[in-house]
């Protein structure tokens, strides 16, 4: 419940500060919103990747890799 409240205040306070800001600003803002969104959904795939090699090709051990790296 506190994490709703919290979020609530946060979005009341950024559309209080986007409601004074340049069309041009906003256009910042969603564009820095999708990037988030982009990146998120390129992590999602990247880790699904990795899954699916690690079913191909198996893993190594934390302790293998570290003497891998040395």
């Not at 988030?36 to 302790?63: F, P, Q, Y």
């Amino acid at each position: 419940m506190e994490t709703t409240n919290r979020k609530q205040a946060l979005l009341k306070a950024i559309y209080e500060r986007l409601e004074q800001v340049y069309e041009d600003t906003l256009e910042d803002v969603l564009e820095l919103l999708n990037f988030s969104e982009r990146e998120d959904a390129e992590d999602i795939a990247d880790a699904v990747a990795e899954l699916e090699d690690a079913k191909v090709n198996g893993t190594i051990s934390w302790e293998d890799y570290q003497k891998k790296i040395k």
